[in-house]
Every structure is written in structure tokens, then in C-alpha cells.
């Protein structure tokens, strides 16, 4: 069972970043999938999830606008489109999962089954 993160890399501000995070091990389908990032001595932010089962989404107040999530449930993969990125964006990005239930939202704040390794992301000014 893995999530594995992909599609990091450095990108001038102003720009765009597609990050991908591939599930395996498990059915994708039945899952909360939430992007966490983490920037040197900051604490893990979550900034956006997706429900698997009916494409439910939430954004953190702090990227709503900016970034989009979307999943393709026949690949297992997740995706997360970052755009008119800021150097703040930096970070290492990780997606995450957790067993959905029926009728409540996604919230980052859940206790989560897997974790991926990462994905380093750098916006330079």
C-alpha cells in the first residue's frame, strides 16, 4: 500500500505546477485523498482534498482561487494544479488518505491510513 507523489520540481513565480500522487495497494475509489505541504520551520498545512466517491472538494482559505484538485479514479491518481504560484508556495507537498464515510465532507483534520514520501516544490522570485 503506497502514495506516491510526483511533479515537483522549481518554477518561477507566476507560473503553474501539475502535482500528481499515485495510489496503489488499495481502492482508490473509496478513499479522502488530501494534500498536506510543509515549508521549512513551518507547521503542515492542509490545503486541499478530494472525495474519490463523488468528487467533493476543499480548499484551504489560503490557496482557494489558486489551486485545483481532481482525481481520475481509473488511473488511482489525484491531482493538484497549482497556479500563479507565490516563492510562499515553497514547500514540500504530500498527499495523504483515508477511508471516506458516507455524508461527511473531507477535512484535513482527520486522522489519516497512508502517506506519501513527498514532493518538493520551489518558487523562485
Known amino acids: 500500500v503506497q502514495l506516491v507523489e510526483s511533479g515537483g520540481g522549481l518554477v518561477q513565480a507566476g507560473g503553474s505546477l501539475r502535482l500528481s500522487c499515485a495510489a496503489s495497494?488499495?481502492?482508490?475509489?473509496?478513499?479522502?485523498i488530501c494534500w498536506f505541504r510543509q515549508a521549512p520551520g513551518k507547521e503542515r498545512e492542509g490545503v486541499s482534498c478530494?472525495?474519490?466517491?463523488?468528487?467533493?472538494?476543499y480548499y484551504s482559505d489560503s490557496v482557494k482561487g489558486r489551486f485545483t484538485v481532481s482525481s481520475d479514479n481509473a488511473k488511482d491518481t489525484m491531482y493538484l494544479h497549482i497556479h500563479e504560484m507565490k516563492p510562499e508556495d515553497t514547500a514540500v507537498y504530500y498527499c495523504?488518505?483515508?477511508?471516506?464515510?458516507?455524508?461527511?465532507?473531507?477535512?484535513?483534520?482527520?486522522?489519516?491510513?497512508?502517506w506519501g514520501q513527498g514532493t518538493q516544490v520551489t518558487v523562485s522570485s
Open positions: 495523504a488518505g483515508y477511508q471516506s464515510i458516507a455524508g461527511v465532507v473531507a477535512d484535513p483534520s482527520h486522522p489519516f491510513d497512508y
Open positions: 495497494g488499495f481502492t482508490f475509489d473509496d478513499y479522502v
Open positions: 478530494i472525495t474519490s466517491t463523488d468528487g467533493a472538494t
